[in-house]
């Protein structure tokens, strides 16, 4: 079999599969030069061969790094992701505290809204991925819902505690905010003002300070007992 590759392997979920040309020397006049569709599984990979651990192999993955530059940017990198797994954890403890405590009916018009939006926001993630979204199925709506109105409640519970408080955006905080994106993005700050804006990102950036102050307000005024 003389066959002339003409794409390049493709492997989906362990299968490979490649469309081939079978050479036009090929004895059978009805297959030859005929595209055919080929799969192929891996049961076992006998021999694998890792590239060498130098400032060669770094530079393919980043330019201008060094071994050791990426050991460093991996375990900061860790390091952060780490810690912001521990915030996450925190605020999410606070935010079950403050539900337990306050008991209160919501309106289901915004329960509806924000089980949509988690809705789409799965449909995306999945699109991303390339994937086909299965039917959710009811219990699986109901956890929409419950992480739905648990989400509504908190949000209303931390406005109110804002209010309450005197708590307000911190504007420095945000000039900070848009300066790191505008040195990141390689421009200027009105600029990146302008672009935050035409992308409806300033809002979510000032919601997400605010937030930040919240729960700084919060942890910093908790009675924390053993």
């Not at 599984?41 to 130098?54: A, D, G, H, R, T």
């Not at 409640?153 to 848009?178: C, G, H, P, W, Y």
Request: hydrophobic share 40%.
């Amino acid at each position: 079999f003389f066959f002339k590759q003409k794409t390049a392997y493709e492997i989906v979920d362990c299968d490979w599969s490649s469309d081939v040309c079978s050479s036009d020397l090929y004895g059978d006049k009805q297959v030859a030069g005929k595209t055919a569709l080929f799969q192929v599984k891996l049961l076992e990979l006998k021999n694998k061969v890792l590239p060498e651990l130098n400032d060669a192999f770094a530079t393919q993955l980043k330019e201008g790094a060094t071994v050791e530059s990426l050991t460093q940017e991996i375990k900061e990198n860790i390091r952060q992701s780490k810690q912001e797994e521990a915030k996450r954890a925190q605020r999410q403890e606070i935010v079950d505290h403050l539900i337990a405590e306050h008991k209160f009916e919501v309106p289901a018009s915004l329960v509806q809204e924000q089980s949509a939006a988690l809705m789409q926001w799965m449909v995306d993630d999945f699109k991303r991925r390339g994937i086909k979204m299965p039917q959710p199925k009811n219990e699986e709506l109901e956890s929409i819902k419950q992480r739905a109105e648990s989400m509504v409640k908190s949000t209303l519970i931390l406005k109110e505690i804002a209010i309450k408080e005197n708590i307000k955006l911190d504007t420095t905080k945000l000039e900070s905010r848009v300066n790191e994106i505008a040195t990141q993005l390689g421009k200027s700050v009105d600029e990146a003002e302008k672009f935050l804006s035409e992308k409806g990102i300033t809002q979510r950036l000032r919601d997400e300070i605010l937030t930040d102050q919240l729960f700084d307000f919060l942890i910093s005024n908790a009675k924390i007992s053993k």
